[in-house]
């Protein structure tokens, strides 16, 4: 059996009970608004043909806004969704505990190893932020070895207030796409979101590592899409994206998506960036 690319060379050690550490546990409502809005949008076939909708939100923090927000997101894409928010600190988890509305909205508490449920979705947002780029592979191996059939995990990061955010999403085949997203009124260019980009990939924005020419490529596209900023700014990042994926950029997606300030790239783009082995 062919081994996915990121899991390569990772030692196979047994997966603790709770594997991760507590996040810094900063958040705010709506932080996450823009990847909440993308699984809603064009992950809701994966949500409606599950067998059990249930979806984990990984390391919420402080305060389990975020995951009562998720909640109420998703619901309209399936109202049997089940959504479950995990921490490592126990005490968050006890402190979010009188917002559970079971089996609709509960917290437990869990790391990596998603507490032994098989997820169909898994938002983990801002968690790997924190870690070294050495154990990426680890996290990301040990979150899709637990998906439920078909399923997904989201792995990114954003800003305080979700203005700017970039996340992967990967499946026990390893990444699939990488998705930038931007209020693009508050905007400057596109390589702004070099300061929000996956742990996987903040390291490697350097000349001659793809994920560079791919901000540079996108930046281009932004001076060139300039004319179009008499119309807006939202105008002005839909044609730059356009001209991406007239150029050859492996772009997912249509104008429905690319006007929310989004864009959605194959993992072909990062010409097979994976993140560092651990050891």
């Keep these: 059996m062919t ?25 705010n409502p709506n932080r996450l608004r823009r990847v909440d809005r993308w699984l809603a949008g064009t992950q809701s076939g994966r949500l409606r043909d599950a067998v059990d909708p249930l979806v984990v939100d990984l390391g919420y923090g402080h305060t389990p806004v975020t995951t009562v927000e998720l909640a109420e997101r998703l ?3 399936r109202p049997n969704l089940r ?5 490592i600190d126990p005490e968050r988890v006890a402190a979010a505990a009188p917002l559970a509305d079971p089996p609709r909205l509960e917290f437990a508490r ?5 507490a032994g449920m098989r997820p169909v979705l898994v938002r983990a947002m801002n968690v790997l932020r924190q870690y070294s780029e050495e154990e990426v592979a680890a996290a990301w191996r040990t979150m899709a070895g637990q998906l439920a059939r078909g399923g997904l995990v989201v792995e990114g990061t954003c800003d305080e207030l979700g203005r700017v955010a970039s996340w992967v999403a990967l499946d026990r085949t390893g990444p699939l796409s990488l998705t930038f997203a931007a209020r693009t009124s508050a905007l400057d260019r596109p390589s702004t979101l070099a300061e929000r980009l996956p742990k996987a990939l903040i390291h490697h924005n350097v ?3 793809p994920v560079h020419a791919l ?9 060139a899409a300039a004319p179009y900023s008499a119309f807006g700014p ?4 839909v044609a730059a994206v356009q001209r991406l994926a007239d150029d050859g950029w492996p772009v997912v997606g249509g104008k429905s998506r690319w006007r929310l300030g989004e864009i959605t790239f194959r993992w072909s783009a990062l010409a097979g960036e994976v993140p560092r082995s651990g050891h």
């Design 110 to 114: 869990g790391g990596f190893e998603l």
């Design 75 to 77: 619901r309209d894409v």
């Design 3 to 27: 081994v996915p690319l990121y899991a390569r060379n990772v030692p196979r050690v047994p997966v603790p009970r709770v594997f991760g550490v507590p996040t810094r546990g900063t958040t």
């Design 207 to 209: 000349p001659g590592e």
């Design 234 to 237: 939202r105008q002005r990042w």
């Design 83 to 87: 959504v479950v928010g995990l921490e």
């Design 215 to 223: 901000l540079a490529a996108f930046d281009a596209a932004w001076d």
